[in-house]
């Protein structure tokens, strides 16, 4: 040692508590402040410090700070490392903490603690003196066996390396200007050594034993290298200088000490190769493990500060976590299905048909790829339920992506990992959610999707929903290809008309119709009542709801091919009902107080005063209720008001002028009334009622064929002129002005309407019709004909005129709705006037001409 004046630390140290590895006198380290204590002793002590004391601190080892200021501290380790605090550095992301660059300056001993809060202060005594490293070489006399066996051993280790690099050449040097006393701490800071070895190092105050115990050390990273050397003979200079390099990665520049770089945390490193050791053990293909170990490469060369550290970290915990073979097993016996599905849902025997059909060509063929359907209905109908009772009854794990509303591509694909807080998409997530590679997807609202700058969504799954492609799908988080063949795509829409065609060609699409009000009355009393009951807390044994009651509620309260307005309904009834039993028990419980004491008794009559209020509120059931409470359609006005729907359809038709048709739309099928009046004027048609471009046509058309065949079935104007048009406007109006209308299907029934105009004869007040038409007086096929009918169903009608070409649609009526209704097919217009007046619309000569002889 030099004959300088020692350095000395101060007598209290403010100390750093940390785990992740133990800094030696002379060398140095990163450590990471995360912790509550830790953070406040950087914030209160290195950044608002201004004097060279502010920044020395005392660093203890195999410590960690508790999370929360509140918990005490736990049990300090005796010895620490008084250290000095050459940088900071500071970030917020992912969640705000430092980064410390320490360097050792001597050992210190703990006396006291002096305080724990907001950072932990101690009385230290300083255990070995710190003086300034010599300038020049100086010899040590003196010096026992154990330092000049220990020199030796330093210098043997030293240059076994390459001494061409200049890492190994400057060592080399410090070897012989050091004092012999500092290089066991220095030297064990460079070799591979293990944090337990390091703290019994530290813990050595003698330096004999210090010397002891870093010998074996060093002669264990001498054999080390022998045995690399031995096994690499003919190993190139350039493979030597990496062998190198490897173990000197912490030899620093700053005066007297050695710097630890970033990253070498055992814990981590520890980490990082278990990460590799999920990689290779995984069951990825192998193009995927390739790129993940190329990965796993690049994060062991990458500081742990770094943003893209936690990016590349997250990409290959994604990467292992991902179902790559992992798979359920198919529960294959169809009779069960057919049990399970029949059990969860009422009617629907196309999805279910589709569902069994699968199974049986499962049971044939054990490598199927998976479906791809599309269920198309009206709301309500239970095209989301139907998708877990399929998960479920294959023995499969469900996964609902709602894609109403999106319009990003990377939704669907993810994003690219070049972009800050990129992730994978819906798709991959899924996966890794479910943890097999053959679930069910439910994609909700696939007709809902948007576009947006960002891409088409709806093309991205073009990709995702072809069978012939999907087995190779490239997710762009991934970039490596995922088999997504074994997985059962089900889509669902309320239309098919804003699905784009390719999309929708690339989809089995199965139509689930609403229900008719038979069906809906057993959904109710099999699934909704249950539930509704179970969810008031009420019992069968408190309420009953008799069928009667609830086709009351279908035809006057609901209109709607689903059952979710029924659903309400019954949940109203249950609340209104649980009122009324909370009301009686609470009364019983008044008249078992009555019989207290008089004092009591008193102060329960003052209670009770106001309970004719509460009566007076009941909307009809009788207080106090006797159970079970049955609700008839006199409970049913009292408890939901005013019926909402009437049939009314009798009343419009009071007059000529006036037919209903039949309307289909994303929410089911529905009547449609069309109005028509006459008047003086110049021959002009008007129409009203939002009507769209095919609508408009057909009512042009429809007066064209009247005007052409006026003679023929004695149709004038006010007049007597059979010019329909001459000195007479026609006004058509489509009724729910503020709902848009549209399509092909209203031409029979304008013509209908006008027809019962001209003619002065009433429309048959139980007929519904629908069908497009042609200049020559042809009706022509049109869409919607199950929604259509059970709209007219629903509506009390008894007769339904559709185009002939049609009649193969009413198979797909259910039974008890083709008994309630009379069909009538008709091919031509006349058929339809036939039909739609009592009495025919039969061909009417002129007066006068019929038996001329001229």
């Known amino acids: 040692m030099s004959s300088g004046s020692p350095i000395q630390i101060p007598s209290r140290l403010p100390l750093l508590l940390t785990h992740e590895g133990v800094l030696l006198p002379g060398s140095t380290m990163r450590t990471s402040v995360d912790s509550a204590r830790n953070l406040q002793l950087v914030r209160s002590r290195l950044l ?30 005796r010895i620490g490392t008084a250290a000095l605090a050459v940088q900071v550095v500071g970030s917020n992301w992912p969640k705000p903490h430092y980064t410390l660059l320490v360097t050792g300056l001597c050992r210190f001993q703990i006396v006291q603690l002096l305080k724990e809060r907001p950072y932990p202060v101690a009385q230290v ?57 500092a290089l066991p701490d220095i030297l064990t800071s460079i070799i591979r050594t293990s944090n337990k070895e390091k703290l019994q190092i530290l813990d050595a105050v003698s330096l004999e034993e210090r010397f002891k115990v870093t010998i074996p050390l060093l002669v264990r990273q001498i054999e080390g290298l022998k045995l690399l050397q031995k096994t690499r003979k003919h190993t190139p200079d350039g493979e030597k200088r990496v062998i190198a390099i490897r173990p000197l990665r912490r030899v620093a520049h700053i005066p007297g000490a050695l710097e630890e770089e970033e990253g070498e945390e055992e814990e981590d490193s520890d980490d990082v190769v278990l990460l590799e050791r999920k990689v290779r053990s995984s069951s990825m ?28 970290r997250n990409y290959l915990e994604l990467m292992v976590e991902l179902p790559w073979n992992r798979s359920t097993t198919d529960r294959l016996d169809i009779r069960a299905a057919r049990v399970l599905l029949d059990s969860d849902h009422y009617a629907m025997e196309k999805l279910k048909k ?61 994003h690219r990992r070049t972009y800050v807080g990129s992730m994978p998409g819906r798709i991959i997530n899924g996966l890794k959610t479910v943890g097999v590679n053959n679930p069910v997807f439910l994609l909700d609202e696939v007709d809902k999707l948007g576009k947006s700058l960002q891409g088409d969504p709806a093309a991205a799954l073009l990709e995702v929903l072809d069978p012939e492609q999907n087995h190779n799908f490239t997710d762009h988080y991934l970039n490596v290809a995922f088999d997504l063949s074994q997985v059962l795509f089900i889509a669902t829409a309320n239309t098919t008309a804003t699905i784009p065609a390719a999309l929708l060609d690339r989809m089995e699409v199965i139509q689930v119709p609403g229900y008719t009000q038979e069906e809906k009355i ?60 909370a009301e009686g028990q609470h009364r019983e419980a008044k008249l078992e107080r009555a019989e207290a004491p008089e004092a009591e008794g008193r102060e329960l009559s003052d209670d009770a005063e106001p309970q004719p ?28 008001g005013p019926p909402m729907y009437e049939m009314e359809v009798s009343e419009r038709l009071s007059q000529p002028g006036v037919a209903i048709g039949l309307a289909w739309t994303p929410l089911g099928g529905e009547i449609m009334f069309v109005e028509a009046s006459r008047m003086d004027g110049e021959g002009q048609l008007t129409l009203t009622g939002q009507l769209g471009d095919v609508m408009k046509e057909s009512a042009h058309l429809a007066i064209s064929w009247l005007r052409s065949n006026a003679k023929k079935y004695h149709l004038t104007n006010a007049s007597g002129s059979f010019d329909l048009l001459d000195n007479t406007d026609i006004h058509l109006h489509f ?61 009390g009608l008894k007769r339904v005129i559709l185009p002939q070409r049609n009649e193969k649609d009413l198979e797909e009526i259910p039974g008890n709705v083709r008994r309630d209704l009379s069909f009538v097919t008709a091919s031509r217009l006349d058929e339809v006037l036939n039909a739609a007046f009592d009495g025919g619309f039969s061909v009417t000569a002129r007066p006068g001409l019929a038996n001329s002889k001229l």
Do not use: W
């Open 354 to 414: 589709r569902v069994l059909e699968y199974l049986a060509v499962r049971q044939l063929r054990t490598s199927l790829k998976g479906p791809i359907l599309c269920f198309v209905g009206p709301p309500g109908v239970g095209k989301t339920s139907v998708g877990r009772s399929v998960a479920k009854t294959l023995g499969r794990e469900f996964h609902r992506i709602a894609l109403g509303g999106v319009c990003d591509q990377s939704d669907i694909r993810g």
């Open 125 to 181: 005594e300083q255990l070995d003196r710190l003086e300034e490293f010599p300038s020049t070489l100086q010899t040590r006399e003196g010096l026992g066996e154990l330092s000049e066996q220990f020199y030796k051993y330093a210098v043997q280790l030293v240059e076994m390396l390459d001494m061409s690099v200049p890492a190994v050449a400057k060592l080399r040097r410090l070897l012989d200007s050091l004092p012999r006393e």
């Open 735 to 795: 009724p729910a002005g503020a709902v848009t209308k549209d399509g092909p299907s209203a031409g029979v029934t304008i013509v209908t309407c006008l027809a019962s105009l001209f003619s002065g004869r009433l429309v048959r007040s139980d007929v519904a019709m629908t069908g497009e038409i042609t200049l020559r007086g042809l009706v022509l096929p049109v869409g919607g004909i199950k929604d259509k009918v059970l709209a007219a169903h629903r509506a």
């Open 48 to 77: 608002k410090g201004t004097s060279l004391q502010s920044t020395i601190l005392g660093v203890i080892p195999n410590t960690p700070d508790p999370a929360s200021d509140a918990a005490d501290l736990p049990p300090l380790h």
């Open 285 to 312: 293909p192998e193009p995927a493990r390739r790129v993940c170990l190329k990965e796993v490469k690049r994060l062991k060369k990458m500081p742990q500060s770094m943003p893209e550290y936690a990016l590349t």
């Open 613 to 640: 209020v509460s009566d007076s509120s009941g909307a009809g059931l009788a207080l106090p209720p006797e159970m079970p409470i049955l609700i008839d359609l006199h409970a049913l006005k009292d408890i939901l």
């Open 522 to 581: 057993e959904i109710a009393h099999r699934h909704l009542i249950p539930k509704q009951l179970d969810q008031h807390g009420l019992s069968p044994q408190q309420l009953q709801i008799p069928p009667a009651t609830t086709l009351g509620l279908i035809t006057r309260y609901t209109r709607e091919a689903g059952v979710r307005s029924l659903d309400r309904k019954l949940g109203a009834i249950c609340r209104a009902v649980a009122v009324k039993v």
